[in-house]
Nanobody, 124 residues
Framework: VQLQASGGGYVQPGGSLRLSCSASGFTSDYYAIAWFRQAPGKEREWVSCLSRADGNFYYADSVKGRFAISNGDIRGTASLQMKSLEFDDTAVYYC??????????????????WGTGTLVTVSS
């Protein structure tokens, strides 16, 4: 399975961006996709995850109410719509995938597949 994240860029505080994740190689809907991010000088943190099969999704408290994760129409695709962006949202965003479901936070070590990151910079 190979993943690719895209959609990062520069945005002013309060603005919006939509990130996309494309995962090739899944042959069924039995998988989950997550977004993590790593801000400069900080550890990577979990942002959100989504189970393809049942559509359940979860968010970190820091993004709840501002970010929305969704399945794409095509198997292996997902999006992260980010609104009301803040300076603290500046980070490299990664998408990850694993067989099965997500039911909330799952540590990095338990995500089998990772894509290259996409940089989101929130700056005035």
């Amino acid at each position: 399975v190979q993943l690719q994240a895209s959609g990062g860029g520069y945005v002013q505080p309060g603005g919006s961006l939509r990130l996309s994740c494309s995962a090739s190689g899944f042959t069924s809907d039995y998988y989950a996709i997550a977004w993590f991010r790593q801000a400069p000088g900080k550890e990577r943190e979990w942002v959100s995850c989504l189970s393809r099969a049942d559509g359940n999704f979860y968010y970190a408290d820091s993004v709840k109410g501002r970010f929305a994760i969704s399945n794409g129409d095509i198997r292996g695709t997902a999006s992260l719509q980010m609104k009301s962006l803040e300076f603290d949202d500046t980070a490299v965003y990664y998408c990850a995938a694993r067989p099965g479901f997500c039911s909330g936070y799952i540590p990095e070590s338990q995500w089998n597949y990772w894509g290259t990151g996409t940089l989101v910079t929130v700056s005035s």
